[in-house]
């Protein structure tokens, strides 16, 4: 087999069969098929699109290129993934609630690159917290407790890494076949019977619309069936941030404010609805039924007392988190509104942005964040405000990011003089 052969057969609008989509994620992964062919390749995968048998094999093989985990010894294991929003704790409510209802939750998570977050950023915010505990360690933990969420230490998916890295450099990543398999192999991976996406859409998110959005999610949970799992998907907005604090440390203490204190927002309600499907999707159980579940166990507190043992069982400190005391940036200030008018929509990446360079973020994968770091959004889409009105509260460790952080949220805040008509759905669809 040639992958010269592979190519020209890609760049007429052939389907690939099972073996030249192994020979290529083989030869790529250990270096005997170089960077110039395979992305000869994707572009032409770019081009002709696969279908979703070819989508299957291409998901299977990088599935297989490295580590799997072996979650097998649990019963009934959960897991979620989003494919990245600004201000998304829901991972924090949706975990703790499914672990409180006796599924097993062992999730791999990512750390934040660019304008999106990462659970395990989050969560080393937490005095204590460890995100590192061996093999053995987390799997006798969930058997415990139900629940744990460590960082990627296995080589999974390495083909995926490889290939990523390649599509970064050849504007190769916005297709919706390769974007499909890339997530579902690292995904599958991970081990979990049970799977429910997050995909976002919106100013915040990389699919842009809501349509594409939902042809992404269609294609991932048919790849998840296809690999034998119980698969669901929410197509959720990221037209505006979806909790009000953004930063790391911001982002534990918005998971109180609707765990302990029974906040109703935007967030609480995406989380509800996340964990409702994802209960449903793993046990069969109709979706008014897993509503009804879900909100009594946020509501009754059981899934804050699961989430302050998860914390303990990780070496975090509960007491902290429960009396609030999160390491948070020492230098404050409070960004007022320049004028008059409604928050008429955002450039929510912008707004992710200005996290970022509060010191939040990452840049590049060695970039070391400041937990304690980030702002809170005082404001709403469709809010009127006047002039002098708080917009957002933001703190840094180093006070020359200030300005540059106001600026980002003042351009990416569009505030218009027109009411706004219909504000965007914040849950689209479900697929399944
Ligand atoms: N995230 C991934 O993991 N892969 C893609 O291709 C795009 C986003």
């Known amino acids: 087999m040639r992958m010269y052969d592979i190519i020209a057969k890609k760049r007429h609008g052939c389907k690939l069969n099972d073996e030249e989509i192994a020979f290529f994620v ?64 829901t991972s924090l409510v949706v975990t703790p609630t499914l672990a409180a209802l006796g599924l097993n939750v062992a999730k791999m998570s990512g750390r934040g690159l660019g304008h999106t977050g990462g659970t395990v950023d989050k969560l080393e915010s937490i005095p204590g917290f460890n995100t590192s505990l061996s093999m053995e360690a987390f799997l006798d933990q969930v058997r415990e407790i139900g629940i744990a969420v460590i960082g990627q230490t296995a080589d999974l998916a390495p083909a995926d890494k490889k290939m990523y890295a390649l599509r970064d450099v050849t504007a190769t990543i916005d297709a919706v076949p390769l974007i499909a398999s890339s997530i579902m192999s690292k995904k599958l991976a991970a081990g979990a019977e049970s799977i429910l996406l997050d995909v976002k859409y919106g100013s915040g998110a990389f699919m842009k619309t809501k349509e594409n959005a939902a042809e992404l999610a269609e294609l991932m949970v048919k790849l998840g069936k296809n690999a034998g799992r119980n698969m669901g998907a929410l197509v959720t907005s990221m037209e505006y941030p979806l909790g009000r604090k953004i930063g790391n440390s911001l982002e534990i203490l918005e998971a109180v404010d609707i765990l302990r204190d029974g906040e109703r927002s935007d967030a609480r309600y995406v989380s509800s609805e996340l964990a409702s499907h994802l209960y449903s999707v793993a046990t069969g159980t109709g979706i008014d039924e897993s509503r009804k579940l879900v909100n009594e166990t946020i509501d009754s507190g059981r899934t804050y007392e699961k989430f302050l043992q998860w914390i303990g069982a990780q070496g975090g400190d509960p007491e902290a988190v429960d009396k609030r005391q999160l390491p948070l940036s020492p230098h404050r200030f409070e960004l007022r509104s320049p004028v008059d008018g409604y928050i008429g929509s955002a450039d929510t990446e912008g707004l992710g942005m200005a996290s970022c360079i509060l010191g939040a973020g990452r840049t590049t994968k060695e970039d070391v964040p400041d937990l304690g770091a980030g702002y809170i959004l005082h404001v709403s889409l469709g809010q009127r405000v006047s002039h002098g009105d708080l917009l957002a509260t933001l703190y840094t460790s180093d006070v020359m990011k200030m300005a540059p952080a106001c600026n980002e949220i003042l351009a990416s805040l569009h505030i218009t003089d027109e009411k706004p008509g219909k504000l965007p759905d914040l849950i689209y669809k479900f697929i399944h």
Do not use: F, W
Request: aromatic share 4%; charged share 20%.
């Open 26 to 89: 083989r030869g790529y992964t250990d270096g005997s098929i170089p960077d110039y062919q395979a992305s000869a390749l994707l572009m032409a995968v770019c081009c002709n699109g696969m279908d979703e048998e070819e989508c299957t094999s291409l998901t299977y093989h990088m599935m297989h290129s490295g580590d799997t985990l072996d979650l097998s010894s649990l019963r009934n294991t959960v897991d979620k993934h989003s494919t990245g929003g600004v201000g998304d704790m």
